[in-house]
Each structure stands twice: as structure tokens, then as C-alpha cells.
């Protein structure tokens, strides 16, 4: 973790969730001032919600939230806030670190071995930039997670045949449309498909996925009346188009070196081979729904009139396809040849990794973001982060809570209140991660040889 805000969008959801927890009111309170004044959050109002648990639990904290001036330009407000420290970015690390599990499983419940789900879970959790999302305060690793959530449901009921799995795919739709309202419904179809066996028999089970999403949409319009004294009124103001030809966003989404999801997830390449696997082995109504999903993501986020994203890392609004994606990449690890498959599927995971090591150990906010917000920048070959990212490092530990210029890390931030001892959190960490890594592999060798 970084152990602060890094976008605007960020700032606004967590706010919103404290006016909630702390005020009772959908107003800020006091607002905030980010080139005009902002009374509240136009967000969808999960990713508020996933705050409250932290935040019901460290109510003696809330007097370390930095009060905004009027009318100035703040950076406390991203790197002062303690109370999000402890409460806030953990949350997004745990978001991802589950979708990597549930990455695992799902491949799993396609008939992927032991050794695939695991190169599944990696390529998701390091080989692709949910990596760099884990750090960030964006909304789309939620919709992921509400995603992977889900289509697992959906496939353990067409393998388990339990009612319970229907329910929480239903809650799945709901929450995904409360994080973000129209990547939220793009799943709803991809799940129908999914259940298409079973609410065949029995319509009532897509009516009921269809109440789930529906229950979104009406939370979602009720909180829009809330703050906005109207239900249709989402905050967007009228800029809001799909306006970018496909063969701009297309290729710029796929091919660019800032915003390229090949460059920045080699293993993309795998989940063809995987789509062609399940497809070949009778399992079409998978192969469909799992790749079909993303792929729909991709051409609406591509047309998107801000389609780069402003300042971020990769190609956010792809972000909630990423499991998808992994967990047929990781199907796809079956299919390659003995030969390809040593040494394929460690090479693609390693680019991935290339590309993340920079996005978790710089800070966005000290150059690159705004060096590369704009289409025409990300074409230049020093917009790759492990090329670009690095010119605006000048030193590793912090000298003040809002240097940007050092390594963007908690722990080496906590060395201005408590010393080098706040390493050796991190030291623990870090080994504990090596140690059950090496678990895994153990046991995958074990599976591989009783084979």
C-alpha cells in the first residue's frame, strides 16, 4: 500500500462515506475545494460503503481527518489523512487479494489443474495491472470483484445445484451496480448466459438475478434523488459521450505503451487459448459468457470520450475484466504444448510484473500522472512505466508526509513518525508473501508428480 488518496474520484468516495458514518448526511461535511467546491460524492455509492466497516470501528480516529481550506488546493487531503491509513487503503488491498482467490476458482470450476488456477490467481494479482489498482482508490477493482463473485456463483450452481449460489450471484449484480452502475449491468448478461440451463427449468431463477440487478438500479436511483433531488440526475454534468472512434481507443487501449493492456498484461494473450479450449470442449456457454463480457467492456470503455482515464496507470476501465481475462488465461496454460508450457506462462507472468514494479513502488501524483493523461502522450515509448515512471524518483525515503518523490510505500512513510522499525512490518510481510509462495509451488509439484 501507498497509505494515501490518489484521485480526485478517490477523495470524494471516501469523503462521502464519512459525512455517512460521522454526520448522518449526504453532504461533506464541511465540503471540500478541488478547483471549485464540491458539496458531494457523484460516485456510485458502494464504493463509500465498503468503507464503513473500517470506519464504524475507528471512530476515535476521526479527529486525524484534515479539514479542507475554502478555497485552495490541498495535497494534505491525499496524504494527511490517517484515519484512511488504517481504515481506508487496507480495503483495496483486500479487494484484490480476494478476486485473486476467486480468480483461482473459478478456473478451477473450468477444469483448469492445480498448476493452471495458480498461474490464474498470478497472472491476475501480479502480471496485471489489478496489481496497480490494489494501491489505488478507484472504484473499478470493486466491480471486479463483484464480477468474479458473480460468475463463480453462477458457475458452483450449475455444478452444485444449491440455491445459495443464486442468491449471492443476485447480491453480486446488486452491489456491482452500485460500485459503478453500467460496468455493474454489463455482467448481468454474461451471468443469464451462465444460469441459461438452469432458468430454462425454471424462469424464476432469471428472474431472480434480474431482481438483483434491478434492486441496484433503484438504490442507486434513490441516492441520486438523495443528493441530487433528482433520480436521474448522477452528477456527470452533460461532457459525458461515447464519442472516441473504436480504431483510436481501440488501438490505443490495446497497443500504446502508457495505456496498452498488452504491454501491461502479457498474459491476455493465453485467454484466446483458453476461450478456444472450453469452446472445443463442449463448454460454449462459458466460453461465451466469460470472454464475451470483457470484450464488451473493452469496446464501450475504448469509445469512452476520456478513455485514457486521466492520471492512472494502465487502462483503468478495463480493470473489471481483469478476472475474467486471468481465469481463461489460466484454462489456457493447459492447452500449450509441453514445451511452450514451461516456459510461456512464467515469460508472460514476468512481463506483467516488469510493468508493475514501478506503478507499486512510485507515487502517480509525482509526474507521471499528468505527463501522460492525454491520448497522443501515451504513444511515446517512455509513457511504459518501468522506462518512464522511474525519472520521477529522486530519492527512497520520504522527507515530509507529502513528498512524492521518494518511494511511494506506508511503511517508508511511517519512518517519519516512528522510525526505521516501521520496515519491519514490511520485512515480515514480504517474507511471509515468499514463503507461501513457495507453499504453493511445493504443492503444485506434488499434484504434478502423483499425476
Known amino acids: 500500500m501507498n497509505g494515501h488518496l490518489t484521485s480526485i474520484d478517490g477523495l470524494v468516495m471516501w469523503r462521502q462515506s464519512l459525512s455517512l458514518v460521522f454526520h448522518q448526511s449526504w453532504s461533506f461535511v464541511p465540503p471540500i475545494w478541488w478547483g471549485d467546491v464540491i458539496t458531494t460524492s457523484s460516485r456510485g455509492i458502494g464504493s463509500s460503503l465498503e468503507y464503513v466497516p473500517g470506519l464504524l470501528l475507528l471512530p476515535w480516529l476521526a479527529g486525524h481527518v484534515p479539514a479542507p481550506p475554502p478555497d485552495v488546493y490541498d495535497y494534505k487531503l491525499f496524504y494527511g489523512d490517517v484515519l484512511y491509513v488504517v481504515a481506508g487503503a487496507p480495503v483495496w488491498a483486500l479487494v484484490t487479494a480476494i478476486t485473486a482467490y476467486i480468480v483461482y476458482l473459478i478456473t478451477r470450476q473450468l477444469g483448469g489443474r492445480l498448476s493452471d488456477a495458480l498461474w490464474a490467481m498470478a497472472f491476475f494479482g501480479v502480471g496485471s495491472p489489478a496489481f496497480a489498482a490494489a494501491r489505488g482508490d478507484t472504484p473499478q477493482p470493486l466491480v471486479a470483484l463483484c464480477w468474479a463473485i458473480g460468475v463463480y456463483a453462477s458457475l458452483k450452481h450449475g455444478s452444485a445445484g444449491t440455491r445459495r449460489w443464486l442468491w449471492i450471484s443476485a447480491a453480486s449484480l446488486t452491489y456491482g451496480v452500485l460500485a459503478r452502475p453500467l460496468e455493474g449491468s454489463l455482467v448481468l448478461a454474461g451471468i443469464l448466459l451462465l444460469l441459461l440451463p438452469a432458468w430454462r427449468r425454471r424462469p424464476l431463477i432469471a428472474a431472480g438475478q434480474l431482481a438483483g440487478w434491478a434492486s441496484g438500479v433503484g438504490i442507486t436511483l434513490l441516492v441520486n434523488w438523495a443528493r441530487f433531488g433528482s433520480p436521474l440526475q448522477f452528477g456527470y454534468g452533460g461532457s459525458v459521450a461515447w464519442s472516441t472512434p473504436i480504431w483510436i481507443g481501440g488501438s490505443g487501449a490495446l497497443l500504446s505503451p502508457g495505456r496498452g493492456v498488452l504491454w501491461a498484461f502479457p498474459a491476455l494473450v493465453l485467454a484466446g487459448v483458453g476461450t478456444s479450449l472450453l469452446w472445443r470442449g463442449g463448454r460454449r456457454l462459458e466460453a461465451v459468457a466469460i470472454a464475451g463480457v470483457p470484450a464488451v467492456l473493452f469496446l464501450e470503455a475504448c469509445q469512452y470520450f476520456d478513455w485514457v482515464g486521466g492520471w492512472d496507470w494502465g487502462f483503468r476501465y478495463f480493470e473489471p475484466g481483469l478476472p475474467l481475462v486471468a481465469a481463461l488465461a489460466g484454462v489456457g496454460c493447459?492447452?500449450?504444448?509441453?514445451?511452450?508450457?514451461?516456459?510461456?506462462?512464467?515469460?508472460?507472468?514476468?512481463?506483467?510484473?516488469?510493468?508493475?514494479?514501478?506503478?507499486?513502488?512510485?507515487?502517480?501524483?509525482?509526474?507521471?500522472?499528468?505527463?501522460?493523461?492525454?491520448?497522443?502522450?501515451?504513444?511515446?515509448?517512455?509513457?511504459?512505466?518501468?522506462?518512464?515512471?522511474?525519472?520521477?524518483?529522486?530519492?527512497?525515503?520520504?522527507?515530509?508526509?507529502?513528498?512524492?518523490?521518494?518511494?511511494?510505500?506506508?511503511w517508508l512513510r511511517a519512518t517519519l513518525v516512528i522510525g526505521y522499525v516501521a520496515l519491519i512490518p514490511l520485512l515480515v510481510l514480504l517474507a511471509g508473501a515468499a514463503v507461501l509462495g513457495r507453499r504453493a509451488l511445493a504443492a503444485q509439484r506434488r499434484v504434478t508428480l502423483a499425476g
Open 334 to 410: 493447459a492447452a500449450l504444448p509441453s514445451g511452450l508450457a514451461r516456459w510461456l506462462p512464467p515469460v508472460l507472468l514476468a512481463g506483467g510484473v516488469l510493468w508493475n514494479i514501478p506503478t507499486v513502488t512510485t507515487d502517480l501524483l509525482a509526474g507521471y500522472g499528468p505527463a501522460y493523461a492525454d491520448p497522443a502522450s501515451n504513444w511515446r515509448l517512455d509513457a511504459y512505466p518501468p522506462i518512464g515512471a522511474w525519472r520521477f524518483v529522486s530519492h527512497v525515503i520520504p522527507r515530509s508526509g507529502l513528498d512524492s518523490g521518494a518511494i511511494d510505500n506506508v
